[in-house]
């Protein structure tokens, strides 16, 4: 049974900090993984997605890497700032139409 | 380009009574994925339809919760004679046809809040 952790389940940095979030999983066999946004009361923004046989995606300030080998995968932001302040979520596809989501880590960049 | 919607944004509902909630797909999306977060919880999968059919429901509870996707109109999530613990936000997802399930992002909606007093 797939299982998708995140850690940590809170984060707080100041402005301008290069921050990492982690994500791993149980089972190798995924389709591809994605990274979420979700803003308080909001739906969730896709921000990366990684197919299986890809190791990393970058978009502006984002790069998200996959080690599947490993159960890993990690976002980087680089120079964080205020607006960057939500709830990041790690979901695998495993399959089936079926996508497994990780708890989220909450973000908070102080001004 | 509208985008995943879902309505209403907001359902308070007595114990017992009916709650249906309703999304409509992207334009070009046939592919319905609905989602429910408990509070500090992920998403966890419900129900995965296409239209007119019930592909993947094994996240559905046995009872009270069902789901359509007619051929036309909104794909419905409904549940009936709803508790406190159904309380919680219901959140819609699509994705365009097979070709492009794996290839493309899932796109969801803002969803709904369901509030069982």
């Known amino acids: 049974k797939q299982e998708v952790t995140q850690i940590p389940a809170a984060l707080s940095v100041p402005e301008g900090e290069n921050l990492v979030l982690n994500c791993s999983f149980t089972d190798s066999a995924i389709y591809n993984l994605q990274w979420f946004r979700q803003d308080p009361g909001k739906g969730l923004t896709s921000l990366l997605l990684i197919q299986s046989s890809q190791r990393e995606q970058t978009s502006g300030r984002l790069n998200a890497s996959l080690d599947k080998s490993s159960g890993r995968s990690t976002l980087y932001i680089a120079a964080s700032q205020p607006g960057d302040s939500a709830t990041y979520l790690c979901a695998v596809d495993v399959g089936g139409f079926k996508t497994i989501f990780g708890a989220g880590t909450r973000l908070f960049v102080k001004a | 380009n509208a985008g995943v919607m879902q309505n209403p944004r907001h359902l308070v509902r007595r114990r017992g009574q009916e709650a249906r909630l309703r999304c409509s797909p992207m334009k070009g999306h046939s592919h319905v994925y609905w989602y429910r977060q408990l509070p500090e919880e992920g998403l966890k999968f419900m129900v995965y339809?296409?239209?007119?059919?019930?592909?993947?429901e094994s996240g559905m509870p046995k009872e009270r919760f069902s789901a359509e996707f007619p051929k036309e109109g909104p794909s419905i999530l409904r549940i009936q004679q709803v508790v406190r613990g159904d309380s919680a936000a219901y959140f819609c997802?699509?994705?365009?046809?097979?070709?492009?399930?794996?290839?493309?992002?899932?796109?969801f909606g803002n969803g709904t809040r369901l509030t069982v007093t």
């Open positions: 339809l296409q239209k007119e059919n019930i592909i993947d």
């Open positions: 997802a699509s994705s365009p046809g097979v070709s492009g399930g794996r290839d493309s992002p899932l796109h």
